[in-house]
């Protein structure tokens, strides 16, 4: 995608080839900064403190975590113990095992003196893969888009999303947004609805802003509009993102997903989730009883930063003294409240028969 005129993705290998850049994603909107990480720890850093965040961008940054680690050291013992601290940056994400898996092993059939060329050679392909797995998605979703621009004939498309699932979320397209750029790059009339998605504001932050980018009208809503804009039918379609969905089709993704899923049940909006196969885990099916839930910090609720006229940023506390903060930061929405899943390989229905349908040869035998 484009910035200020100049293409970027998300992650890529610096020109040194011995490091890796990404674009700092805490200081957004704010500031468009770039980051240069040179250790597993930078990256380690960079995941846990949401320098880089979503799923597919997320997993693609470990993979690069465990180039940088085979660079210092070849060993087993070293790609084990790398393995093991990216795993533990998130709890979420299923992107993020799925990487460090292929990564290692990958590295572990190579011997120790290919390694570290194969380490750079693999994380490059799973950062291009999921380039083309996101920009797949898009002409996917564009196909549901097209069908309600016919129906709306010519009136512009209002689709609701949430948190951020666009190309800051992955290595470059996004999922839920995928849809929305093909869908006004190729001349529809598209309009967003930005839920601002508290506490970090990933809607208001970074989904405002990369739309702002690239010229797509939107309106950044408060967390909890949504249902009444569906009343009053200012809602076509809801597309969102996920950080895992499990093999039955139920969908983890950021904290308030679910609760508009419900308002869209009640209001007959379409409700559908956009994600490329790496975010399926076919190891789960009851996503609430199964999927870890993030829990943060509590000054994520407490505090808020702000640019002051002067463009410097600060930080406040807006929270009274002495309460007790509770931040979870993901939910999960139950396959029957979604409408389908739009993925690389088209769209199903958000059941076991649906997913496997689309991956027999990935989804659990029986
Ligand atoms: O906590 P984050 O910002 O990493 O969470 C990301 C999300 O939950 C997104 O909504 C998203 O859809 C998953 S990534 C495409």
């Given at each position: 995608m484009r910035v200020s005129g100049k293409s970027y993705r998300t992650i890529w290998v610096a020109n040194d080839g011995r490091s890796v850049d990404i674009i700092d994603q805490t200081r957004l909107p704010h500031r468009f900064a770039t980051v240069s990480l040179r250790t597993l720890q930078d990256v380690a850093h960079a995941i846990k403190t949401m320098q880089v965040r979503g799923a597919p961008l997320i997993g693609a940054a470990a993979a690069y975590g465990i180039c940088l680690a085979m660079a210092s050291d070849a060993s087993d013992e070293t790609l084990d113990c790398a393995y093991g601290i990216l795993l533990a940056t998130r709890p979420t994400a299923i992107n993020l095992r799925w990487a460090l898996d292929e990564m290692r092993a990958h590295l572990r059939n190579q011997p120790r003196e290919a390694r570290v060329a194969a380490a750079w050679k693999r994380a490059g392909d799973i950062a291009n893969e999921d380039v083309t797995l996101n920009a797949s998605i898009g002409e996917h979703g564009l196909t549901i888009l097209r069908d309600i621009a016919a129906s709306k004939k010519g009136e512009r498309i209002n689709v609701l999303t949430h948190c951020n699932a666009g190309w800051l979320a992955t290595v470059d397209w996004g999922t839920a947004l995928a849809p929305i750029y093909k869908a006004h790059d190729a001349g529809l009339a598209i309009h967003v609805w930005v839920d601002e998605t508290r506490p970090r504001n990933q809607g208001m932050n970074l989904t405002a802003w990369e739309l702002g980018q690239h010229g797509v009208p939107h309106t950044v809503i408060a967390d909890n509009v949504g249902g009444h804009l569906m009343q009053h039918d200012m809602v076509d379609i809801a597309i969102v993102g996920t950080d895992r969905t499990t093999a039955r089709g139920d969908v983890c993704n950021k904290i308030g997903t679910y609760l508009k899923a419900l308002a869209a049940r009640d209001n007959d909006v379409p409700f559908y989730v956009a994600l490329p196969s790496p975010t399926i885990d076919w190891t789960l099916n009851d996503g609430i009883k199964e999927i870890p839930i993030e829990e943060r910090g509590g000054e994520e609720l407490s505090h808020m930063s702000g640019r002051l006229p002067d463009g410097s940023v600060v930080e406040i506390n807006i929270a009274p003294d002495g309460s007790a903060m509770a931040n979870y930061a993901f939910d999960v929405t139950p396959s029957?409240?979604?409408?389908g899943l739009i993925t690389e390989r088209g769209v199903c229905a958000a059941s076991a028969q649906g997913l496997r349908g689309l991956f027999p040869e990935r989804a659990p035998k029986g």
């Open positions: 029957h409240l979604v409408t």
